[in-house]
């Protein structure tokens, strides 16, 4: 029985990676991310495994039944029949593809991990918060897409998906934790205790009493309670005494007369300062304590200052967004306004003075900026990694920023903007960009993409070999980066159709032959045409079945081109419509001259007030020499500056404190006739650039099948013109250009079709004539051209028994 320690391993690893995802710790080398569910430890685990078993023993038992009646003379052995991978293989399909299988029970789960996306490292972060629920995306049902009131300081508001998966796909909020299961039995015991009643000693009178609440502890009754409110209170008491675990949640329904204690896992609670009286239980020693690193989180939460509460027990607490509030009622107090946000949404400078839709297209675009992933993002070998060679920290930061990390690693560059109209090249949020700008680095960036190379071992003693480069041969030239071992060096320019593994394989893989035949499969760079790029590093390891494996990674370093993509943190994108000299560029009375020029109609109808603050945050911060705060709902606790202060700042520094300029043409040098809006923003450069998706095509592959141009960029395709293309054409009458583009450039082909029955026809080579299939002759015999796809649908329909005949009249 091998099969067993490997499948007991995969079963140890398999509990391990689930703890770690329940418990929010890094999993060892793999990026998997659980969807944080109470499913995943213990029940569907085990019923996975179930299944496997159940599944392995009934193909051992058909394995043996064939055997056995195959031959019976044979001694028998039940060991051979064993497969000794199946358990195995079962559950590493199930972790790296997230399809939970259950045969038995026709059980399908989808997504149960997931890979995470390391595009960024704000990419990262966001996908940890993501919470995917079980809905059909399809379904165009609001009820779950809406943000509900109890999603409050939960969920973020702003971080969900444009499109189909819009409301269904959500990230918690800042300071949420998802709680794991805790153990019930001393629960009970202590309920018990604190004098709830077990129905089964009581009598219906005493059931029935008007006072007495219904006890339900995960989903269970224990019991009734005399004095609910008093109950919920020790509860509670205990609770912040550290006496019972702090995710423990109490909850008063006065409408259903219960009470309803939970502590299983899944649930999302976040913390709150406690209030007595609507007096805060923090004081400003504590604060004091806490800045100079004598108290931590956990001190506050074990002396009973903060507690987490759940949705249900958030529902009936009455909670202060701000300190100073005079009410007596009051039980809690927010710890931070802005922690109602996720990461993603913390990143954005006054989110509040925003537009709200404005937000949730930054959440999107911020996971799609190029920066840093992470410390160690040059000793890693990504599959495609895209890095900002000069990642900047924002001048105009937030809290959450500096909470999350973000300002070490960074995905943008603070850029001078001018709000104005130049050249026409900027329309529909076109941006115009500083040639100079482009050459001191702004919005460079590195692509750096690994290949694969793997020695093959097959089944009759050969394997895949590395031979020395042929210096003479036909390939000479395409060799040139090739060392004496067969593989590329590091450090060499590699270019399309360059052979970085001079590789051979066997011809005969299966049979054991003495002399064995070599022929030669050349490992060739497929990048695009006209770039340039390097190999960065060589690395030589081995893979799962022991087989060499040389992974290779390319490095193309790329300036920003007219039709790549740029944004704002407040969701105001758009592409490069022109590079200008600097000599052409408009320049300010201090010889400033700004890096892009964005187009002043993106601010009337998209009301990203925000990004306007953040242009005099920005400028303030740059003239004073610090960081300006922009945090969500933070003035008024001083959390973020104003505008008055930021103006205040602006005319001590000797700017307008509109933060307008007064600016010279570059191009006749003589004074422009407004004040300009000018001023630092972060920008980021996005991953969509051109480079990638431009593409042409002339001839090229067809489909076997239709005998049409195959299709996308990767397979050298063609451009399709579809439906709605044609209907344009057809409505300006041009016929011979659709003539052109759905026959003459796809597939056009000339068939042999009688003019007496209509059928399509075959031509003789002998003959040198058509002939009509059905008539047997060729006397009838017309040519014309048609669509290589029409000939096919008339043949298919021909098979079904439906028969399309084509009247011919003379052209």
């Excluded at 026409?424 to 941006?431: C, H, Q």
């Excluded at 960036?445 to 070999?465: E, G, H, M, P, W």
């Excluded at 970085?500 to 011809?507: A, F, G, I, Q, S």
């Excluded at 593409?695 to 299709?711: D, I």
Aim: aromatic share 8%.
């Amino acid at each position: 029985m091998n099969f067993r320690p490997k499948c007991i391993y995969a079963a140890v690893m398999l509990r391990r990676m689930m703890d770690a995802i329940l418990n929010k710790d890094a999993i060892d080398d793999k990026d998997y991310v659980g969807n944080k569910r109470l499913e995943l430890s213990g029940q569907l685990i085990s019923l996975l495994f179930e299944d496997l078993f159940k599944t392995m023993n009934g193909e051992v038992k058909k394995l043996m039944d064939l055997a056995l009646t195959k031959n019976l003379a044979r001694t028998f052995d039940n060991s051979n029949y064993l497969t000794r991978d199946s358990i195995t293989q079962g559950l590493e399909r199930a972790i790296s593809t997230g399809n939970w299988d259950l045969k038995r029970f026709k059980m399908h789960r989808k997504g149960m991990t997931q890979v995470l996306a390391r595009l960024s490292f704000i990419a990262s972060v966001g996908h940890m918060t993501k919470v995917s629920p079980q809905f059909e995306k399809s379904r165009k049902v609001s009820g779950p897409r809406a943000l509900q009131p109890s999603q409050w300081g939960m969920l973020c508001p702003c971080d969900t998906p444009e499109g189909e998966a819009c409301g269904l796909v959500k990230n918690l909020a800042l300071m949420t934790h998802v709680t794991t299961d805790e153990e019930e039995g001393p629960l009970i015991s202590l309920c018990h205790s604190l004098g709830v009643e077990g129905l089964e000693l009581l009598s219906a009178e005493e059931l029935h009493t008007p006072n007495s609440y219904l006890v339900i502890f995960n989903g269970l009754i224990l019991g009734k309670h005399r004095q609910p409110q008093r109950f919920a209170t020790n509860m509670r008491k205990l609770r912040r005494a550290g006496k019972i675990g702090e995710f423990v949640s109490v909850y008063v329904n006065d409408k259903q007369r219960c009470v309803y204690i939970a502590s299983d896992g899944g649930r999302v609670c976040r913390p709150l300062v406690i209030a007595d009286k609507g007096i805060s239980r923090i004081k400003e020693h504590h604060m004091q304590e806490m800045r100079d690193g004598v108290r931590t989180f956990d001190d506050f939460l074990r002396e009973g200052l903060i507690e987490y509460l759940d949705v249900n027990e958030q529902n009936n607490a009455l909670i202060a967004l701000y300190e100073g509030e005079p009410k007596e009622e009051i039980t809690h107090i927010e710890i931070e306004p802005f922690t109602i946000l996720g990461v993603c949404a913390g990143l954005i400078p006054f989110p509040h003075h925003n537009q709200s839709p404005r937000n949730t297209y930054q959440c999107a675009m911020g996971k799609q900026a190029m920066g840093n992933i992470a410390y160690n993002q040059l000793s890693r070998m990504d599959s495609l990694l895209y890095l900002l060679v000069y990642p900047q920290r924002p001048l105009l930061t937030t809290r959450t920023i500096e909470l999350v990390g973000y300002d070490k690693l960074g995905a943008g560059q603070n850029a001078t903007v001018a709000v104005m109209s130049y050249s026409g090249y900027d329309i529909e949020d076109a941006i115009v960009m500083n040639k100079s700008s482009l050459d001191r680095g702004f919005g460079r960036c590195i692509v750096l993409k690994k290949s694969v190379a793997v020695l093959q071992k097959y089944s009759n003693n050969t394997q895949d070999r590395i031979l020395r480069p042929d210096r003479k041969g036909k390939d000479k030239d395409k060799m040139k980066i090739l060392d004496e071992d067969g593989i590329a060096s590091p450090g060499e320019i590699i270019r399309p159709y360059d052979i970085y593994v001079n590789k051979d394989v066997p011809m005969n893989t299966k049979d054991n032959v003495q002399n064995i035949q070599f022929k030669p499969s050349y490992q060739t760079y497929k990048g695009p045409k006209g770039e340039t790029a390097v190999i960065d590093r060589v690395a030589l390891s081995s893979d799962v079945n022991n087989n060499l494996c040389i992974k290779f990674q390319i490095r193309h370093t790329r300036r920003p081109e007219v039709g790549d993509k740029f944004s704002s943190r407040h969701g105001q994108k758009g592409v490069c419509g022109t590079i200008v000299q600097q000599e052409d560029f408009p320049f300010s009375e201090r010889g400033i001259c700004p890096d892009l020029i964005m187009n002043p109609h993106g601010f009337p109808s998209r009301m990203t007030i925000g990004k306007m603050i953040e242009l005099l945050g920005g400028k303030a911060g740059v003239s004073c020499g610090r960081f300006h705060y922009g945090s969500a709902f933070g003035e008024p606790s001083g959390h973020a500056d104003t505008v008055e202060a930021i103006s205040k700042t602006l005319v001590e520094k000797g700017f307008s404190y509109n933060g307008k300029d007064f600016l010279y043409s570059g191009i006749t040098g003589s004074p422009l006739q407004a004040y300009i809006f000018m001023g630092p923003i972060y920008y980021q450069k996005l991953k969509h650039m051109v480079l990638d998706k431009m593409h042409a095509r002339g001839r090229g592959p067809r489909v076997m099948l239709t005998r049409q141009p195959t299709e996308g960029r990767s397979r050298d395709g063609g451009l399709r013109l579809g439906e709605m293309e044609r209907d344009c054409l057809i409505a300006y009458g041009a016929s011979m250009l659709i003539y052109e583009r759905l026959m003459i450039s796809s597939d056009p082909f000339e068939v042999q079709v009688c003019r007496v029955c209509g059928l399509l026809g075959y031509y003789n080579h002998k003959l040198k004539t058509g002939i009509c299939s059905s008539c047997k002759n060729g006397d009838n015999i017309s040519k014309m051209k048609l669509p290589y796809a029409c000939k096919l649908l008339f043949q298919e329909l021909q098979s079904m028994n439906i028969v399309p005949r084509l009247k011919l009249t003379e052209a």
